[in-house]
């Protein structure tokens, strides 16, 4: 009678217990299934959004200098080797060493008078190239900064509005990230990139195009 009692107690209590890892194994299947659906939309959204936030080009060189000069009647490109002199009068200005040899610029040209001076700059961003069409008037003075070419991220360029601080800036006029030119929260290297090529060539303008060109009619 003991030895049954005794058998009766251990099946009784064994029962719970093989319920209960019943009920852990579904639980953890369940939670395995959510990660994995989970995982899924994750991955989906990141293929399909990622693409999209990458590498844009808005306007060819074609389109943006013809957009930039919509009065010129012509817009040759000139090709300037600088000279040692040439190259330690433009790393004075910058107060870095110019190690650009050879200066790309477009000229404007209304009949024959010069109506404006146009650089494709193209640089490293973070790890990613950007194309930017400098414009400058005749005198030396910008007329727009806009950019044509971005293959970092979107969410790292500034917008139209920020390039626009550029505008009518000129040689002797501060252009210091986070002093005369306002900074971007989150875009801190696109903002400095583009003051960097603002300053490059306003001092081209000043070493290149002054002696070759004049300094242009009034305004």
Do not use: C, N
């Amino acid at each position: 009678m003991g030895s049954t009692g005794s058998q009766g107690s251990h099946s009784g209590s064994s029962s719970p217990r093989r319920e209960g890892r019943r009920l852990v194994g579904r639980a953890s299947a369940s939670r395995a299934v959510l990660v994995l659906l989970l995982l899924g939309g994750l991955l989906a959204t990141f293929s399909v959004a990622a693409p999209a936030a990458r590498a844009k080009v808005f306007a060819s060189q074609k389109q943006a200098l013809a957009e930039a000069f919509p009065d010129a009647t012509r817009i040759e490109r000139k090709t300037f080797v600088l000279r040692r002199e040439q190259s330690a009068r433009i790393g004075e200005l910058l107060g870095v060493r110019a190690d650009a040899k050879v200066v790309v610029i477009h000229v404007a040209y209304q009949g024959e008078t010069v109506v404006g001076f146009a650089e494709i700059a193209v640089h490293k961003v973070r790890t990613q190239p950007e194309a930017l069409l400098l414009v400058l008037s005749p005198q030396g003075r910008v007329r727009s900064v806009r950019i044509i070419a971005f293959h970092e991220p979107l969410d790292y360029m500034p917008t139209d509005r920020w390039y626009a601080q550029f505008v009518g800036k000129g040689k002797g006029d501060g252009l210091g990230l986070d002093r005369e030119i306002h900074g971007v929260v989150g875009a801190t290297l696109s903002a400095q990139a583009a003051v960097d090529a603002v300053r490059r060539i306003l001092a081209y303008w000043e070493v290149l195009l002054l002696p070759a060109y004049g300094p242009g009619e009034a305004p």
